[in-house]
């Protein structure tokens, strides 16, 4: 919109529209004035011709003054003279002829006062023409006062004031809009900042963000999406896309995008794109759905990861432990087929045989360990699995000779294992992997308890479980550990800064030793207090067979 100011800093009209505004005024004021005129004529009810003429050229010159007037140059309450001109005007064609019905003319000027100066106007249309047709009256003695006087003006009163009410509803409803408008602009540019910063984000993260909708089209993704699918692509538009092995393809259905595209939630998914050899990449996808909007479905969020030399370093390291266990293994049998062949002589005596017996039980032990290292790297990202032969054996035999075992290590420490709480059970388990779950419990609680501490050992029974238990007094294990101490090659912070060594696997083949026997096994470690592991194992030979069923 223009504004322009005098000197004296009055407003301006701005641009053309209350140009315009008089300009239709003034046309609809001449239109019907000329038509009256000709109407009056046509039926010869004109008595003074010259009054006549002398009040409709008036409005016909303001019509082409209105056309022609630079609205924009003259102050706003001057454009007033112009309807006042008009109710003169008006006045003096009623002269020719009061009883012809010029006087209702007089509702075009009123109502352009009232409407295009509010207030102001709406008075002054009310008093200059009431004014006017009063003193018309009052020199027209010869026809005295008519209920006319009356009439004319609360009828030119009641439009002015109707006019008046609809253009201040009419300016309201104008500036309702033109906040609403504001409002929208505002949010508009709101939205349209929180879309750049969004993408500002989404370019910034090194992993690919797809959008899906929920008629299966990609919306909106970011930079590090581009950038992955450009190398991916690299060589043929679709490369081709094998599961979590690296070897089995993927149909076109089977793909993270199509999945998602259906609207399936998964995590982590491990996706190789490219066939096997250099080049290809290792991708884990996650797929989210979208709470639903009310019109529908919202689609849903595909996330996915290079995670090449994650999976490349993760697999070297298998590699390597499975490439140590494996020239372990080759030692140990040898070891224990000397040890076997020496416990063939008659010549040992029995103090001899006893600790070659003892060497045999701790190298047999020692290769099982080993052939659960060889297990575990074979598996891959999968857990452990180890072979379970059950029986029904004592489990307080085997939890007495472990004890046994570790009680030299425990006194070098001035440790005491305590096994009163050990009661006889009898339970359908492997004695050979119970031996070692107990071994792993008690050779942790030996290597990370406080030196001259007491270890806890217990046994019993209910119904239908056996429970093992065995706690010690140690400096515990933080909150922030506790989910993840059961993980392949998991060791804490605490224990890594110290001179204990140790792979990571004890604790993990021993979780999948007691669920291979259909229990399970638990840990407690209040901040501080050392730590309690809870082992339950079947007492009956269903738990077992139901297990391995499923």
Same mark, same amino acid.
């Given at each position: 919109m223009w504004r322009r100011t005098t000197l004296w800093g009055s407003e301006r009209i701005a641009d053309f529209t209350h140009g315009r505004t008089a300009a239709l005024h003034q046309m609809a004021i001449s239109l019907v004035s000329l038509f009256s005129v000709m109407v009056s004529f046509a039926l010869g009810s004109i008595e003074n011709t010259s009054m006549l003429m002398a009040g409709l050229l008036p409005i016909l010159i303001l019509m082409a003054l209105v056309v022609a007037l630079p609205w924009f140059r003259i102050p706003r309450l001057w454009g007033a003279l112009i309807p006042l001109i008009d109710?003169?005007?008006? @006045?003096?064609?009623?002269?020719?002829?009061?009883?012809?019905g010029f006087s209702l003319l007089w509702v075009f000027p009123a109502i352009w006062l009232a409407t295009s100066f509010g207030l102001f106007g709406l008075l002054l249309a009310n008093l200059f023409i009431t004014g006017i047709y009063w003193f018309a009256l009052g020199t027209d003695s010869q026809n005295g006062i008519s209920p006319t006087a009356v009439l004319i003006p609360m009828i030119i009163g009641a439009v002015t004031v109707t006019s008046y009410v609809g253009a201040r509803r009419s300016a309201f409803q104008r500036l309702l809009l033109d906040l609403q408008a504001r409002q929208l602009i505002s949010t508009a540019a709101q939205a349209h900042q929180q879309e750049n910063t969004l993408k500002e984000v989404l370019d910034s993260v090194d992993f690919g963000v797809v959008r899906i909708s929920s008629g299966g089209k990609e919306t909106v993704h970011n930079d590090a999406h581009t950038h992955m699918q450009g190398l991916l692509g690299s060589g043929e538009r679709h490369p081709a896309l094998y599961a979590a092995d690296g070897i089995t393809e993927l149909t076109a259905e089977q793909t993270p995008l199509a999945r998602a595209r259906r609207g399936e939630t998964f995590e982590r998914d491990l996706v190789w794109y490219g066939r096997p050899g250099e080049g290809r990449r290792a991708l884990s996808v996650i797929s989210r759905a979208l709470p639903p909007s009310a019109t529908g479905p919202a689609g849903g969020i595909l996330v996915s990861l290079d995670v090449t030399d994650e999976v490349t370093a993760l697999r070297a390291r298998e590699d390597l432990v499975a490439s140590v266990s494996h020239e372990l293994r080759t030692p140990l049998t040898s070891i224990l087929g000397y040890l076997e062949l020496a416990l063939e002589s008659d010549d040992l005596s029995e103090g001899v045989r006893r600790k070659i017996e003892i060497a045999e039980r701790n190298a047999t032990r020692l290769l099982t360990i080993v052939s659960d290292i060889l297990t575990a790297s074979a598996q891959g990202n999968g857990g452990v699995q180890v072979s379970i032969r059950a029986? @029904?054996?004592?489990? +307080? /035999?085997?939890?007495?000779?472990?004890?046994? @075992?570790?009680?030299?290590?425990?006194?070098?420490?001035?440790? /005491?294992? +305590?096994?009163?709480?050990?009661?006889?059970? /009898?339970?359908?388990? +492997?004695?050979?992997?119970?031996?070692?779950?107990?071994d792993n419990l008690l050779g942790n609680a030996v290597k990370y308890g406080k030196d001259g501490g007491t270890i806890d050992v217990g046994v019993t029974c209910d119904d239908d479980h056996a429970w093992l238990v065995v706690r010690d007094d140690g400096p515990g294990i933080s909150e922030e550990e506790l989910p993840r101490l059961f993980d392949r090659f998991f060791r804490a912070d605490s224990v890594r800064r110290t001179s204990v060594h140790g792979s990571g696997l004890g604790l993990s083949i021993t979780r999948e030793i007691v669920r291979g026997h259909g229990g399970n096994i638990t840990v407690q470690s209040p901040p501080g207090s050392g730590a309690t592991f809870v082992v339950r194992l079947p007492l009956h030979q269903k738990e077992t067979i139901d297990h391995d069923g499923a």
């Open positions: 109710v003169i005007a008006i @006045g003096m064609m009623r002269e020719s002829n009061p009883s012809v029986e @029904g054996a004592r489990l +307080d /035999t085997v939890v007495r000779a472990a004890v046994e @075992g570790f009680r030299t290590a425990a006194a070098a420490r001035q440790m /005491t294992i +305590d096994s009163t709480a050990v009661e006889e059970v /009898t339970a359908f388990i +492997d004695p050979v992997r119970i031996r070692q779950v107990a």
